[in-house]
């Protein structure tokens, strides 16, 4: 109980200093598993698209922002419950995930996912490996395919790898630099799906303050083409941006 008001206390005081004009501290929750969108570099530290990403949107809202890993499973549970801020961690906003947390507008846009094999004609109605609780593998249950689960991207490759699964289904600009760097032993399967609103950052539904911020700046970064260069900078020319 003690823990839990903790929390609540700590969320209202981040959203009540940035009403006041007062200068806070947000803390970004990001997996750090899912590049390029967010990984551990060889530093040890954070790095990858939404790293960068938010620390130009904290740089322009002139907000002091620190950076926390989550593991996926439980990266909303421990953002309603005030362990941090924000998510940045490739989150497509979906109708679901809206009835729980709020987003701000897409900071990249909709995009294919895919799936990936041994082969060309690796059966993806058969055996297919995806990340726990995300909108792939949604998809995955409802096409009827056997849906195996995975805690992190990671593991998802390796069954395909391995044998335990025929493919994997992901975001198709995750899998790019993966198929990329397997040097011919993982290939494209198929043609793309496309699924979710795009990529946005989740903040609590009652930080509506926090949200209008974050919006208009990443509306800022839209126009004045800053953005797109950074999706093409980390997923390179052919990924999908902003018109």
């Known amino acids: 109980m003690k823990l839990i008001l903790a ?39 954070v790095d990858g698209f939404e790293i960068e990403l938010g620390n130009e949107l904290c740089a322009r809202a002139e907000l002091t922002c620190e950076w926390v890993t989550n593991e996926w499973d439980s ?15 490739g989150m497509s906003i979906t109708d ?11 900071y990249f846009p909709p995009a294919d996912s895919a799936y990936v094999g041994l082969s ?39 069954a395909v790898r391995n044998g335990e699964a025929d493919a994997v289904f992901a975001d198709r600009d995750a899998l790019v630099p993966t198929v990329e760097e397997s040097a011919g032993e993982l290939v494209f399967v198929g043609e793309g ?5 795009g990529v946005g950052m989740g903040l609590r539904e009652s930080d509506t303050e926090l949200k209008e911020t974050f919006d208009a700046i990443i509306s800022e970064m839209k126009e004045d083409g800053t953005l797109n260069a950074l999706i093409v900078k980390w997923f390179g020319e052919g990924a999908a941006t902003y018109e």
């Open 7 to 45: 929390s609540t206390i700590l969320a209202m005081t981040a959203t009540a200093a940035l009403a006041d004009g007062h200068a806070t501290t947000i803390r970004m929750g990001t997996e750090g598993a899912y590049p390029p969108y967010n990984f551990i570099n060889d530093a040890g530290n």
């Open 75 to 89: 990266i909303i549970p421990n953002l309603t419950s005030g362990n941090y801020d924000t998510i940045m961690a």
């Open 120 to 158: 060309e004609d690796a059966d993806i109605m058969g055996v297919i490996a995806a990340q726990t609780n995300t909108i792939q593998a949604g998809y995955v249950a409802e096409q009827g395919a056997t849906l195996l689960e995975y805690a992190t991207y990671d593991e998802t490759i390796a």
């Open 193 to 197: 799906v496309p699924l979710g609103g």
């Open 96 to 106: 679901e995930r809206d009835e729980v947390i709020d987003f701000t507008q897409n």
